[in-house]
C-alpha cells in the first residue's frame, strides 16, 4: 500500500488541552470532527496514547481544542507537539492563552476558535483513543482561515536539512532521522509519535 495516500485526506491541526489535579498540558492532533447532523453538541477527537494529554482527558473526562490558522508559526507546532508534557511543562511562561470555564486552556493567538468539550465514550483504535464528546462551550476568536495538515506541510514545515547517510531512516512527518542500518519494527518516533510506515530510508 502507498501510506501517502492517506496523506491526501482533509486534516485540520489543533491544539489540545487538558487540566489535571491544577496542571496544564497540550499537544498538537489532527482529528477533530462534529459527528452528528441530528444533534451539532456531538463531536469526537482522535489522540495518541503516547501523548500526556491523552492519560490526562482520560481521567478528567474534559478538554478543549484551539483551531490553529494558517499564520501559525513553526514554534507553536514545535512547542506542543515536539516535547512531552510528562517532563516538560509547555505552559510555563507560555502567555498567549486564556482559560475557559470549564477550567482548561486554549491558545489566544494564532487560534481562529476554540471549543471545550465533556467526553460521552471512548473507543480503542489500538494506537489512539477516539473521545466521543459533548461541546460545551466555543468562541470565534479570528476570521483568518484554519490551516490543514497539507498546508502545513507546504507552508510551515522548515524542509529536511538532514545530512543523508546510508543506513539511517528519516521520519517523513517531523524529519526525526533514526541513524541505524534496521529499524525496529515496534519503533516509534520520540518526536511526533509515528510508526515505523512514516519512516523512509536515507
Not at 441530528?38 to 491523552?54: D, E, F, M, P, R
Amino acid at each position: 500500500m502507498d501510506n501517502s495516500a492517506l496523506f491526501k485526506l482533509g486534516y485540520g491541526l489543533y491544539v489540545l488541552t487538558a487540566n489535571e489535579n491544577g496542571r496544564d498540558n497540550g499537544c498538537i492532533i489532527n482529528t477533530a470532527m462534529q459527528i452528528s447532523s441530528s444533534n451539532l453538541s456531538i463531536g469526537a477527537i482522535a489522540v495518541n496514547k503516547q501523548n500526556y494529554t491523552h492519560d490526562m482527558i482520560l481521567k478528567t473526562k474534559k478538554f478543549n481544542i484551539s483551531i490553529l490558522t494558517t499564520e501559525t508559526p513553526f514554534e507553536v507546532f514545535k512547542h506542543f507537539g515536539f516535547n512531552s508534557g510528562t517532563s516538560y511543562d509547555k505552559f510555563a511562561g507560555y502567555t498567549d492563552i486564556a482559560r475557559s470555564e470549564n477550567g482548561i486552556t486554549y491558545l489566544t493567538k494564532h487560534t481562529n476558535a476554540f471549543l471545550s468539550f465533556d467526553v460521552l465514550d471512548t473507543m480503542d483504535f489500538d494506537s489512539h483513543t477516539m473521545f466521543k464528546s459533548n461541546i460545551m462551550d466555543g468562541k470565534v476568536l479570528d476570521s483568518k482561515d484554519s490551516v490543514t495538515y497539507a498546508y502545513y506541510h507546504q507552508n510551515i514545515k522548515p524542509k529536511s536539512e538532514f545530512v543523508k547517510k546510508s543506513g539511517g531512516h528519516r521520519c517523513v512527518i517531523c524529519n526525526y532521522v533514526y541513524e541505524g542500518d534496521v529499524l525496529p519494527l515496534d519503533f516509534i518516533c520520540p518526536i511526533c509519535k509515528h510508526g515505523i510506515s512514516d519512516f523512509v530510508k536515507i
